[in-house]
Each structure stands twice: as structure tokens, then as C-alpha cells.
């Protein structure tokens, strides 16, 4: 008989659908250090000769003082119990540090979500995202303990993609059209805070493709897979979560303690497709998709062994996340997504 159980693991709120790609990053800023210092696990595939077109030089971000950017995202997080559709803006200004480093400085604003409006606390307005895609930027996961729930995802996510595009910048293979780099990892990545997740793992490995070069628009499209690698290194303590549960090793495993002493297990495969266009000229981003699958089987247990637990329920969650650009004339113009950009700060 199944336990009883509160909603799955990765769906018991929507608050909960929002954060779940928090773990994700970690690996993507751990590559930059693996790429950086151990250029063996790196292996490049060239297009063809007479590709047509190619980049001048590598993708390479040229930055303005002053600056002004900021982006729409959108997102669809399909759970296992319920479906939660956001929308967020994201606005920032660049500006130079002490190092001579440019960062761009970004506020979260018009949150919306299944179309209500979800008004902000004084600690979520005057948060503060730090990223950049300047050469030798350390990015990394901010403090996000006073933000509410609802902005984790969109936090987490845009960090994501900005890892992605310098991790790809990083690539001096990248040229032409059909250009390939995979990057080897493999190693674990944890988000087990000890109390409530006391395990919480995920390993990949990274596939980076210049997909295309559009002359007219001068805007070259990334493709960047988050994949399973061939022998995942993280922990499976139980023998029933080793056959995977997809067409590759499992590559994803997390137990949460709940209520009266049971536990929640999970392990399941789970992958990260991300479509990016960035400028030629400026190197910034004009837009991005992230298309990001989860499968998962899950069971409840009563003992931390795993082996007193409920029948198997497997479900799936597929998150859907939009992110463009916007230009001075569209922040005035839309009403949804009118709001001010937030003036020059102290550099970061």
C-alpha cells in the first residue's frame, strides 16, 4: 500500500516549482574553473570547410558604462499536480567595479504569476543580481535567503544563462556554423541543506553548438545541452534506484525528510536544453529558451536505508522558461512590462 504522502518532490508548491533549478547552477560556474584549468576534458568538433558564415573572432562581450538592459522572462513550469505560469521582469544597469571588471546590476520587478499580480516585499525590491559576461567574472549563486520563493526560479534561471554564454565565450573553437565543444564533468553537484534534504545530487556534462550565424540580423544562436554523462557520479544508496528510469544513467537523486519520520526518495534523469542568440557586435544576449525535462520515480519510505517504502510512482516535470530583451521604446509601451530601469549604482 502507498504511503501517505504530501504532493512529490518536486511539486509540492508552487513556490517549490519555481526553485527547483537552483541546484542546476553550480555546475554550469564549476565547469568555468574545470574549463579554464584542465583544457583536456575539452573535445571540439569544426564544421566543414566553406561553412558559410563565420564569426569575426570568438563571441566576445564589449560593455558600455552606464548601460542600460533589461529582459522579459516567462516561464512554464508544468508539475506533476499543477501547472504555474510566471512572468518577471529583470532590469539593470552596467557599471565598472574597482578591478576595472564591467557588472551588470539587476532589479526584479512585475512578477506575475497564473496571470496575479504577486506584490513584492521591501527585501525582494531592493535585491540585487550581480552577473557579467566580462572575461575572468567569477558569477555565483546570491544570497537568496530574503527573496520571496516566486523569484528563486527567475533568479536561478537568468544565472544559468548567462553561465552558459560565458562558458560558450570561453570556447575558442566556436567559429563557424555547426562548431561543437563537449565538455566532460560528471562529478557531483549537491543542494542537500542536511535538514530537510539530506541528499540532494545531480551530475552533468556539457554539449555546446554554434548553431547558426544571421548576417542581417548580426546574431549568432548557441545551442547548450546540459546531458547526462555516461557514468554519473553521484550517490545512490538504495539498489532500486539504480535501473534508470530514462534511455541514460540516472543523473539525478534527492531524499527529503518529511513529517512523522518518513522520508521522500527520487532519482530520475534530467537534462537542460538552452537556445540563445546573442549580438555579434556588443556580445549581449537577445534572447534565450530553456527547455528543461525532469523524470522522476519516487517513492515514500520510513526508514533512512530506503528499504521499507511505498510502491513506485513515476511523473514527469517540464519547465519551459522565455527570456528576451527589451528596448527603452518597449518599456514605455507595454503595459504589462512598463517599468523604470533602475539608475547607476555603486559598481559591484
Known amino acids: 500500500m502507498r504511503l501517505q504522502s504530501s504532493t512529490p518532490l518536486r511539486a509540492r508548491t508552487a513556490a517549490n516549482a519555481a526553485m527547483y533549478t537552483l541546484h542546476l547552477v553550480p555546475a554550469a560556474l564549476l565547469l568555468f574553473c574545470l574549463a579554464l584549468l584542465h583544457p583536456a576534458a575539452l573535445t571540439a568538433q569544426a564544421a566543414p570547410l566553406g561553412a558559410p558564415p563565420s564569426?569575426?573572432?570568438t563571441l566576445q562581450r564589449h560593455y558600455q558604462n552606464g548601460e542600460i538592459i533589461a529582459y522579459r522572462m516567462q516561464g512554464d513550469n508544468q508539475g506533476h499536480l499543477q501547472t504555474t505560469r510566471y512572468q518577471a521582469l529583470a532590469n539593470g544597469v552596467v557599471n565598472e567595479n574597482s578591478s576595472g571588471t564591467f557588472v551588470e546590476e539587476f532589479a526584479w520587478s512585475h512578477v506575475h504569476v497564473n496571470g496575479a499580480t504577486v506584490p513584492l516585499t521591501s527585501a525582494s525590491r531592493q535585491?540585487?543580481?550581480?552577473?557579467?559576461?566580462?572575461p575572468g567574472f567569477g558569477l555565483s549563486i546570491p544570497d537568496l535567503s530574503q527573496v520571496q520563493p516566486i523569484l528563486i526560479g527567475p533568479i536561478t534561471d537568468l544565472l544559468t544563462i548567462y553561465a552558459d554564454v560565458q562558458l560558450a565565450m570561453r570556447q575558442r573553437t566556436l567559429q563557424r556554423p555547426g562548431d561543437h565543444t563537449f565538455i566532460k564533468y560528471g562529478r557531483p553537484n549537491s543542494w542537500a541543506d542536511g535538514r530537510r534534504v539530506l541528499l540532494g545530487q545531480d551530475a552533468i556534462d556539457f554539449d555546446i553548438t554554434l548553431q547558426s550565424i544571421d548576417p542581417a540580423r548580426q546574431v549568432a544562436t548557441l545551442i547548450v545541452r546540459h546531458v547526462p554523462p555516461v557514468q554519473p557520479q553521484i550517490q545512490l544508496p538504495a539498489d532500486w534506484m539504480n535501473p534508470p528510469i530514462g534511455d541514460t544513467p540516472n543523473n539525478w537523486v534527492q531524499i527529503e525528510k518529511v513529517s512523522n519520520g518518513k522520508f521522500v526518495a527520487g532519482v530520475g534523469r534530467e537534462t537542460f536544453e538552452d537556445t540563445i542568440e546573442v549580438s555579434i557586435p556588443t556580445g549581449s544576449i537577445v534572447s534565450a529558451t530553456l527547455d528543461n525535462p525532469v523524470q522522476i520515480l519516487e517513492r515514500d519510505c520510513t526508514d533512512r536505508t530506503l528499504t521499507n517504502c511505498s510502491a513506485p510512482m513515476r511523473y514527469r516535470i517540464h519547465r519551459q522558461v522565455m527570456l528576451d530583451a527589451l528596448h527603452a521604446r518597449e518599456e514605455d509601451s507595454s503595459p504589462q512590462a512598463a517599468t523604470p530601469v533602475i539608475r547607476?549604482?555603486?559598481?559591484?
Open 127 to 134: 535585491f540585487r543580481e550581480y552577473l557579467s559576461l566580462a
Open 344 to 348: 547607476p549604482a555603486a559598481a559591484h
Open 55 to 57: 564569426l569575426p573572432s
